[in-house]
T-cell receptor
Framework: GQQVMQIPQYQHVQEGEDFTTYCNSS?????IQWYKQRPGGHPVFLIQ?????EVKKQKRLTFQFGEAKKNSSLHITATQTTDVGTYFC????????????FGGGTRLMVKP | DTEVTQTPKHLVMGMTNKKSLKCEQH?????MYWYKQKAKKPPELMFV???????INESVPSRFSPECPNSSLLNLHLHALQPEDSALYLC?????????????FGPGTRLTVT
């Protein structure tokens, strides 16, 4: 079955440093979504990428979808303590209806 | 209103109890989901309802029984659970349609089975 791998599992950064998490699917995806889950909270949708090579920005966050639509990344510039949480990618395979496959998540910790 | 509500927030139950988790949304979404999340793990899909019909059951044990009484409500009936079923149970909803599957999650029910 489809697998979505995400690295790293954990990342500690000093406030102001950059952060990147990478997501890799075993199969070509229709689209990929990114979610953020704060400690003690629930996943919150951040963005969806659909097109090959797509790049989207949300303030300090930059999301990319690979040309082959099998990998994606999330980059945060100049992290802040409010960025703390676990970032999940979730892929939707062609023909999978509305069934997302979540990556394992990257837990970001920011030291003030 | 972009909120998914879940009750109760916390639930402690014994292995012989019967309890139900409830989920509600008023966004007009016609897809609703149950996920199970263990600590430091991603959400794990259990069930998907599309237009109030069960469309996906990810080989979940029969001690979990979902129900979708109408397009706004989703229940998860629990019976004879095991301690390893202790987890955060998340409900989510989304629109139906090609490529438009942004999911809105509720705050979850933290379940402890004793």
């Amino acid at each position: 079955g489809q697998q979505v791998m995400q690295i790293p599992q954990y990342q500690h950064v000093q406030e102001g440093e950059d952060f990147t998490t990478y997501c890799n699917s075993s199969t070509t995806l229709s689209n990929i979504q990114w979610y953020k889950q704060r400690p003690g909270g629930h996943p919150v949708f951040l963005i969806q990428l659909v097109k090959s090579g797509e790049v989207k920005k949300q303030k300090r966050l930059t999301f990319q979808f690979g040309e082959a639509k099998k990998n994606s990344s999330l980059h945060i510039t100049a992290t802040q303590t409010t960025d703390v949480g676990t970032y999940f990618c979730a892929g939707l395979a062609p023909g999978a209806g509305n069934m997302l496959t979540f990556g394992g998540g990257t837990r970001l910790m920011v030291k003030p | 209103d972009t909120e998914v509500t879940q009750t109760p927030k916390h639930l402690v139950m014994g292995m012989t109890n019967k309890k139900s988790l409830k989920c509600e949304q008023h966004m007009g979404h016609r897809a609703m989901y149950w996920y199970k999340q263990k600590a430091k793990k991603p959400p794990e899909l259990m069930f998907v309802y599309s237009y109030e019909k069960l469309s996906i059951n990810e080989s979940v044990p029969s001690r979990f029984s979902p129900e979708c009484p109408n397009s706004s409500l989703l229940n998860l009936h629990l019976h004879a659970l095991q301690p390893e079923d202790s987890a955060l149970y998340l409900c989510a909803s989304s629109r139906m349609g090609r490529g438009d599957y942004e999911q809105y999650f509720g705050p979850g029910t933290r379940l402890t089975v004793t």
